[in-house]
């Protein structure tokens, strides 16, 4: 599975400076350390997702315990990665109760 976060072209700009005039962007290696710090860092404390930089663009993979947490997810990666090919696998860990006994033989 795989949800493009955001494409932009090169022409895409990152944040801007204090002053107003567009920041020099950063590596995209940087970005994805800065993501990878939020991640584990923010409200999320999430361990279990990765994101690489690889052939020209950035693959987020993982699975976390909820719906709301990956959408945290691949907003923070929108926030961090504009301007960059993001592909996402980040799947939903199955937590419901079994509707059924396990029988074993």
């Given at each position: 599975m795989s949800d493009p976060v955001g494409?932009?072209?090169?022409?895409?700009?990152?944040?801007?400076?204090?002053?107003?005039?567009p920041?020099?962007?950063?590596?995209?290696?940087?970005?994805?350390?800065?993501?990878?710090?939020?991640?584990?860092?923010?409200?999320?404390g999430?361990?279990?997702?990765?994101?690489?930089?690889?052939?020209?663009a950035v693959a987020v993979t993982g699975t976390v315990p909820s719906a709301r947490c990956r959408e945290t997810v691949l907003r923070l990666a929108r926030e961090e990665l504009a301007g960059l090919t993001v592909h996402t696998d980040v799947v939903v860990a199955e937590?419901?109760?079994?509707?059924?006994?396990?029988?074993?033989?």
């Open positions: 494409h932009q072209g090169p022409a895409a700009s990152g944040p801007a400076s204090a002053d107003g005039s920041k020099a962007p950063e590596a995209p290696e940087y970005r994805v350390a800065h993501l990878q710090e939020r991640l584990a860092a923010e409200e999320l999430e361990l279990g997702v990765r994101a690489e930089f690889r052939a020209g937590t419901a109760r079994p509707d059924h006994a396990e029988e074993l033989w």
